[in-house]
């Protein structure tokens, strides 16, 4: 099945679309992951317990990457059904009015329990957003992309991500510098708050941009498929297992940004909340010019190589950035921090977008991509949870939380070493060696 060509500026509108949309939809999600480790423990949890609220809080940010699966599921279905413009839509209203009523939440002193237990179910709302948010945009993004180009064009979902961190960290810079009577009163609900300004030009932006020539191609002729999950667990169930342990590199991000930053901030290293934020900040800013370069460079060598060199990468770095934080040395943190999640980290980041999504057919491309991404993604986000445990009673055991991240990208490399390089494939070929291979057992068990 040829696919129609791409009106022109269509990539660059889908592009462009997917950074915005991501940048503003990932603010929300990582303004989260700050005020876990820095607000929280002390709003919503039990002050006369410092570590149990701490870890509790730490908990709460897992939770989202819990409900993802589950959302993926559900917006992975509708996503192959319906189209890839709907569900990028609904996740962005989704997340924006999620994280404003987080900005509006009752503390404990003033509710007791309930408060944790609406901040958990606002959690849960942000996590079924994520889930449908990168697999929409990706396959958006995928499918408008000049077919030499689909790394590149794919990788700004992920830069927009990484947009999306860097001003959700400095929105926190100045509220996190406030005295702290303001600070846990008024001041962590404001970037909360501005989530309804996220929504609204989150919305204007999306609802503009036009549903893929490869999705409409495959609904005027082969026609959606009723039931997607069906389809991809029979044809493509080995590549949704390698984007699983593909995914699980997530955690690298997710200890780097939530984990770190509290061990940091903690009284056994005695850094700064903000000086912290800014290593993240930095990291960020260089992630967004390293982001494109690594995926313009497996646009020519292949997405395999350049993936393992951030997976197997990060598993080593992560050993020096801890270590430079044990040490108190705020310059040798900083410029760890920025190599290891900047650099490094950008690697297998940049490239995943176009080297997940090339795995699967048009039929149950957002799909693949959402139930593989997502389930990874959960364990992903509890492993903060994981490596709060790690650390010992005291949270400095920072070597036991590197060793941890390490094997955690082991699943990563060897997933990529196993997968197909897809690279110079035609995009209306993508996923079809799976799907010919299961209607050949079809043919030969009938």
Same mark, same amino acid.
């Given at each position: !099945?040829?696919?129609?060509?791409?009106?022109?500026?269509?990539?660059?509108?889908?592009?462009?679309?997917?950074?915005?949309?991501?940048?503003?939809?990932?603010?929300?999600?990582?303004?989260?992951?700050?005020?876990?480790?820095?607000?929280?423990?002390?709003?919503?949890?039990?002050?006369?317990?410092?570590?149990?609220?701490?870890?509790?809080?730490?908990?709460?940010?897992?939770?989202?990457?819990?409900?993802?699966?589950?959302?993926?599921?559900?917006?992975?279905?509708?996503?192959?059904?319906?189209?890839?413009?709907?569900?990028?839509?609904?996740?962005?209203?989704? !997340?924006?009015?999620?994280?404003?009523? &987080?900005?509006?939440?009752?503390?404990?002193?003033?509710?007791?329990?309930?408060?944790?237990?609406?901040?958990?179910?606002?959690?849960?709302?942000?996590?079924?957003?994520?889930?449908?948010?990168?697999?929409?945009?990706?396959?958006?993004?995928?499918?408008?992309?000049?077919?030499?180009?689909?790394?590149?064009?794919?990788?700004?979902?992920?830069?927009?991500?990484?947009?999306?961190?860097?001003?959700?960290?400095?929105?926190?810079?100045?509220?996190?510098?406030?005295?702290?009577?303001?600070?846990?009163?008024?001041?962590?609900?404001?970037?909360?708050?501005?989530?309804?300004?996220?929504?609204?030009?989150?919305?204007?932006?999306?609802?503009?941009?036009?549903?893929?020539?490869?999705?409409?191609?495959?609904?005027?002729?082969?026609?959606?498929?009723?039931?997607?999950?069906?389809?991809?667990?029979?044809?493509?169930?080995?590549?949704?297992?390698?984007?699983?342990?593909?995914?699980?590199?997530?955690?690298?991000?997710?200890?780097?940004?939530?984990?770190?930053?509290?061990?940091?901030?903690?009284?056994?290293?005695?850094?700064?909340?903000?000086? !912290?934020?800014?290593?993240?900040?930095?990291?960020?800013?260089?992630?967004?010019?390293? &982001?494109?370069?690594?995926?313009?460079?497996?646009?020519?060598?292949?997405?395999?190589?350049?993936?393992?060199?951030?997976?197997?990468?990060?598993?080593? !770095?992560?050993?020096?950035?801890?270590?430079?934080?044990?040490?108190?040395?705020?310059?040798?943190?900083?410029?760890?921090?920025?190599?290891?999640?900047?650099?490094?980290?950008?690697?297998?980041?940049?490239?995943?977008?176009?080297?997940?999504?090339?795995?699967?057919?048009?039929?149950?491309?957002?799909?693949?991509?959402?139930?593989?991404?997502?389930?990874?993604?959960?364990?992903?986000?509890?492993?903060?949870?994981?490596?709060?445990?790690?650390?010992?009673?005291?949270?400095?055991?920072?070597?036991?939380?590197?060793?941890?991240?390490?094997?955690?990208?082991?699943?990563?490399?060897?997933?990529?070493?196993?997968?197909?390089?897809?690279?110079?494939?035609?995009?209306?070929?993508?996923?079809?060696?799976?799907?010919?291979?299961?209607?050949?057992?079809?043919?030969?068990?009938?």
């Amino acid at each position: !099945m040829s696919v129609p060509d791409t009106p022109a500026g269509q990539p660059k509108k889908a592009a462009t679309a997917a950074w915005i949309g991501s940048a503003l939809e990932y603010y929300d999600f990582f303004i989260y992951g700050s005020a876990a480790a820095l607000i929280f423990p002390e709003v919503f949890f039990d002050e006369s317990d410092p570590a149990t609220a701490t870890l509790l809080s730490l908990a709460t940010f897992g939770v989202a990457y819990a409900a993802r699966p589950v959302g993926a599921l559900f917006l992975g279905h509708f996503g192959d059904r319906l189209g890839r413009k709907k569900i990028m839509v609904f996740t962005l209203i989704l !997340m924006g009015v999620s994280t404003f009523l &987080i900005g509006c939440l009752p503390t404990r002193d003033q509710v007791g329990t309930l408060a944790p237990v609406l901040l958990v179910l606002c959690r849960v709302l942000q996590g079924i957003s994520a889930a449908g948010e990168q697999a929409s945009a990706n396959s958006m993004t995928l499918e408008h992309a000049p077919p030499h180009r689909r790394g590149f064009f794919t990788s700004f979902t992920l830069s927009g991500t990484q947009g999306g961190q860097l001003l959700a960290t400095l929105v926190f810079i100045p509220v996190a510098a406030l005295p702290e009577e303001q600070l846990l009163s008024w001041g962590w609900r404001v970037p909360f708050w501005m989530s309804i300004a996220v929504a609204v030009v989150g919305y204007v932006i999306r609802r503009k941009l036009e549903e893929t020539p490869a999705f409409e191609q495959q609904a005027a002729t082969e026609g959606v498929v009723k039931l997607p999950l069906v389809v991809l667990m029979r044809e493509h169930w080995a590549d949704v297992l390698r984007v699983i342990g593909g995914a699980l590199v997530a955690s690298v991000s997710t200890i780097f940004t939530v984990w770190a930053l509290s061990y940091a901030t903690s009284d056994s290293v005695g850094m700064s909340k903000s000086s !912290m934020l800014w290593v993240g900040a930095l990291a960020n800013l260089v992630a967004l010019g390293a &982001i494109p370069l690594w995926a313009t460079l497996s646009d020519r060598i292949g997405r395999r190589p350049v993936f393992l060199i951030g997976a197997a990468g990060s598993g080593i !770095m992560m050993f020096l950035y801890l270590w430079s934080i044990s040490t108190g040395s705020y310059p040798l943190t900083l410029l760890l921090g920025v190599i290891t999640f900047g650099v490094v980290y950008s690697a297998a980041n940049g490239v995943w977008p176009s080297f997940y999504g090339e795995m699967f057919s048009t039929r149950v491309r957002l799909s693949g991509m959402a139930i593989g991404t997502q389930i990874g993604f959960a364990v992903a986000g509890f492993a903060v949870t994981f490596a709060a445990q790690i650390a010992g009673p005291d949270g400095d055991n920072w070597s036991a939380v590197a060793l941890f991240t390490a094997a955690l990208c082991v699943p990563p490399v060897v997933a990529a070493l196993s997968a197909r390089e897809t690279a110079k494939v035609p995009t209306e070929q993508l996923g079809e060696r799976s799907s010919r291979e299961a209607a050949q057992r079809e043919t030969v068990t009938a």
